[in-house]
């Protein structure tokens, strides 16, 4: 089955830059997602298509793509950035299955 | 304001059928898919199920095919999971989640539900 590798966590500085990666076999031919998580609350998407922002998400919420790897990153990290970051895409062999990565730990120190 | 609000959730035996709903609102719920996504205690998201906006497409996970149902009610505003011979490994949250209005198959999820908690034990 089709998997997505996230490391399980990324320990940044207040103001500093996290860059969360994702990697996948199909994501040079599938776009990426990136979802937030809090603790006790839903999933909120703060990028689509591999770089797009949605209406509200912060500038300071970015993402890249080079071959089979995937990149959110978080410039001027703030205490409220501290989350669980999980990327999504899907199996590119045309069976509409959707995958989430394992999920990334973001600290705020 | 779009608003997902899941139900039905709750403990039952392994072996045992649990529905759940999600009532949509603040947007047409008829010209979009639809999904349910779940996450087990303290691990990561999975994707269980999507129904397109007239039913006549529905995919599931391998984990959950011949024993799940997804459906909608589009004149309720309303999305189902009937979930039958139900697993200890089936413990999880389980959210409503809207496909955004891209035309075709958009491949990820704009609006999520705040989920309803499927326990299953003995």
């Known amino acids: 089955s089709y998997e997505l590798t996230q490391p399980p966590s990324v320990s940044v500085s207040p103001g500093q830059t996290a860059r969360i990666t994702c990697s996948g076999d199909?994501?040079?031919?599938?776009?990426a997602y990136w979802y937030q998580q809090k603790p006790g609350q839903a999933p909120v998407l703060v990028i689509y298509?591999?770089?797009e922002r949605p209406s509200g998400i912060p500038e300071r919420f970015s993402g890249s793509s080079s071959g089979t790897t995937v990149t959110l990153t978080i410039s001027g990290v703030q205490a409220e950035d501290e989350a669980d970051y999980y990327c999504?895409?899907?199996?590119?062999?045309?069976?509409?299955?959707?995958?989430f990565g394992g999920g990334t730990k973001l600290t705020v120190l | 304001e779009v608003q997902l609000v899941e139900s039905g959730g709750g403990l039952v035996k392994p072996g045992g059928s649990l529905r759940l709903s999600c009532a949509a609102s603040?947007?047409?719920?008829?010209?979009?898919?639809m999904n349910w996504v779940r996450q087990a205690p303290g691990k990561g998201l999975e994707w269980v199920s999507s129904?397109?906006?007239?039913?006549?497409?529905?995919y599931y996970a391998d984990s959950v095919k011949g024993r799940f149902t997804i459906s909608r009610d589009n004149a309720k505003n309303s999305l189902y999971l009937q979930m039958n011979s139900l697993r200890a490994e089936d413990t999880a949250v389980y959210y409503c989640?809207?496909?955004?209005?891209?035309?075709?198959?958009?491949?990820?999820?704009?609006?999520w539900g705040q989920g309803t908690l499927v326990t299953v034990s003995s």
């Open positions: 989640a809207r496909d955004p209005d891209c035309g075709g198959d958009c491949g990820y999820f704009d609006y």
């Open positions: 603040g947007f047409t719920f008829s010209s979009y898919s």
């Open positions: 129904i397109s906006s007239s039913s006549s497409y529905i």
């Open positions: 199909a994501l040079p031919k599938q776009y």
């Open positions: 298509k591999d770089s």
């Open positions: 999504q895409s899907a199996d590119s062999s045309g069976t509409y299955i959707r995958v």
